[in-house]
């Protein structure tokens, strides 16, 4: 099958007057049609920055691809155009941001909106537009549609924002949708609800998708496929069931021991697995593996040695000493 | 309403006991506009706390659970209603008795960034409880303040630090030792671990259990993550539009909610089994907004088992069985063998 996404060694760095921030630091990872791939990862482990370079939507500077190829239906995007990516961004790939005020206009209607995307890519005629507008808020799940096409952003709550940026993304019916925490501002009943939507359009436009969120729990609903970062790398990558069934990588092991699940009786008093220290500053990274000043399992070698991203089993991709020496 | 029918476990065991309370705010609907709304963001809620217990509070965004525990610290007066704390109504304490109010009862606040005064030290934020409470002074609270630093988990060298120079993680430790620095009865524990890396959320969780048991404390616990309230939480109870609308030992509830919306709540949990695909209850529209809430059961608009009476009567909170109550004229009205006088029941 043909690979929707293809990512190879991508870098991507921020030069700061306090010194540069490798954000994502050589980053593999690939994409089916169809299928959803979920990008875990702690607060500043480079998820946004991942998805913005993906897009090609880097601010430059303080911002710089540094190295690697990202590479759409095949096509690398390092060789088009400035025009020829803005027009990629419309009708090849969608991004919904994490807070869905910052990219609608506050002073347009949001039916206005969704009618300007669908004018420009799928070519209708104005009125066309508003109509196949208001279809689309009435396909999100928005009650009275043709009354709340002609609200402004702020007169709607966070999840129907979240769900105008979502008929945006998808009345293009795009190649590649990147969801950067699409519903981690939104209560878990109306983040069943995007969920859904998500899915349910996917089906039907045959869209792939990367889901960002730090909800291991969303990404195994949601998800086929899954990569986990930490402090600018994916540190493992596999299909959902590998990873949740058999975590290879001890930060993942660690990560899904420390979530509270479901309790037995008594689980207030016992202690729930921790893995210790905190997340690193990515401005004074430790040498060799990022993880290994907090890893139960660490080596001599791993304070000194990055760890190679290497394929342990068909499609199962793990950056660890231990598990790869 | 009648208060009665309480537990008969009776009231000695009970450190916190909220009757009939009701917190309104006035908004206005823009900037130059005169028309003033009424925000019910409390509407009429009957809870108790036992002592050494934790009471998990859920709920969607806006419903009210910060204000509930703001009510509780007297951080906020109410609109209507009481709050009874060992027996003494907390808003009418006289001055002498507000200090040791001011000692017994303490808050954790989401937000570890925002919550810590920047110019203050380590030391002066986690002592300044001390200081304020005439506790101790001088010496004496820079040997309490180690001896705190070092029941939550950091090293008393960073006493003389500032909030930046800690992570997110130590400052929520720095803003848990300051809440136990005056040995308090009752801790209101609002999105404690919510700001926090979720690698790093399970430490603060285990510091809370451990003093809890070696502090006897009792922990009002606030948090939209089910899991996490699941975990900690020895009942539980549930917000919606400023009232409670079920609570129960927090096995029965997470292993049988009653409540239709408690059952939302639990079905739309992303379970870690990847596969396994569970059916969802998916609710239709949206979370409604506390102004001008409509008539009737605050959630009939997005109920799918709603009836007549749902929109037009608010079902009381009602005691169905040992250790669970629920507002719902459907299991009310259940043939439970739960009599009229049962009605308005606090648990
Ligand atoms: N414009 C910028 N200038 C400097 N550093 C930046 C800039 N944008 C991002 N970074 C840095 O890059 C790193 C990765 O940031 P990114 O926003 O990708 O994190 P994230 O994984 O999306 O986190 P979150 O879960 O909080 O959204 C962070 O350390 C951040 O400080
Ligand atoms: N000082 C205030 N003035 C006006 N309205 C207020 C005030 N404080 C809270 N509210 C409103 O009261 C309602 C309840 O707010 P509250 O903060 O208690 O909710 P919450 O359940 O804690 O939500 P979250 O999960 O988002 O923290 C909201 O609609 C809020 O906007
Ligand atoms: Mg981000
Ligand atoms: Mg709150």
Known sequence: MAKVLQVTNLRTCFDTDSGTVRAVDGVDLSLEEGETLGIAGESGCGKTVLALSIMRLIPSPPGRIASGQVMLDGVDTARLSDEEMRKIRGRGISMIFQEPMTSLNPVIPVGEQIAEAVRLHLGLSRKDATGKAVEMLKTVGIPSPSERAKEYPHQMSGGMRQRVMIAIALSCRPRLMLADEPTTALDVTIQAQILDLIDRLKEEAKTSVVLITHDLGVIAEAAQKVAVMYAGLVVEYSSVRELYYEPRHPYTVGLLESRPGPRGKGARNRHLKVIPGTVPNLYELPPGCPFHNRCNVVMDRCKMERPEYTEISEGHYVRCWRISP | ?347
């Not at chain 2, 239709?260 to 396994?276: H, I, N, R």
């Open chain 2, 1 to 347: 309403m009648k208060i009665g029918a309480y537990e008969d476990s009776g009231s000695a065991r009970t450190l916190l006991s909220v009757e009939c309370l009701k917190k309104y705010f006035e908004s206005r609907s823009g900037f130059l506009s005169r028309q003033v709304r009424l925000v019910r963001a409390v509407d009429g809620v009957n809870l108790r706390v036992f002592k050494g217990e934790t009471l998990g509070l859920v709920g969607e965004s806006g419903s009210g659970k910060s204000t509930l525990g703001r009510v509780v610290i007297r951080l906020e007066e109410p609109t209507e209603g009481r709050i009874l704390f060992d027996g003494r109504d907390v808003h009418r304490l006289p001055k002498e008795d507000m200090r040791s109010f001011r000692r017994d009862v303490q808050i954790v606040f989401q937000d570890p960034y925002a919550s810590l005064n920047p110019r203050k030290s380590a030391e002066n934020i986690i002592g300044e409880p001390l200081t304020v409470q005439r506790i101790c002074d001088g010496r004496e609270r820079r040997e309490r303040v180690v001896r705190l630093m070092e029941v939550v988990g950091l090293t008393p060298d960073q006493m003389r630090r500032y909030p930046h120079e800690f992570s997110g993680g130590q400052r929520q430790r720095i803003g848990i030792a300051r809440a136990i620095a005056t040995n308090p009865k009752l801790i209101i524990a609002d999105e404690p671990v919510s700001a926090l890396d979720v690698s790093v959320q399970a430490q603060i969780l285990n510091l809370l259990k451990d003093l809890q048991r070696d502090h006897n404390l009792t922990y009002i616990f606030i948090s939209h993550d089910l899991r996490v309230v699941e975990n900690m939480s020895d009942r539980i109870a549930v917000m919606y539009l400023g009232k409670i609308v079920e609570v129960a030992e927090c096995g029965m509830l997470c292993g049988e909610p009653l409540h239709p919306y408690t059952q939302a709540l639990f079905s739309a949990l992303p379970v870690m089994k990847p596969g396994e695909r569970k059916e969802r209850i998916i609710l239709e529209g949206d979370v409604p907004s506390p102004v001008n809430p409509q008539a009737g059961c605050p959630f009939h608009p997005r109920c799918r088992y709603r009836i007549r009476v749902c929109e037009t009567q608010v079902p009381a909170l009602t005691r169905t069985g040992k250790g669970r109550s629920v507002a719902c004229h459907l299991i009310g009205n259940d043939a439970s063998g739960q009599g009229e006088e049962e009605r308005g029941a606090v648990i």
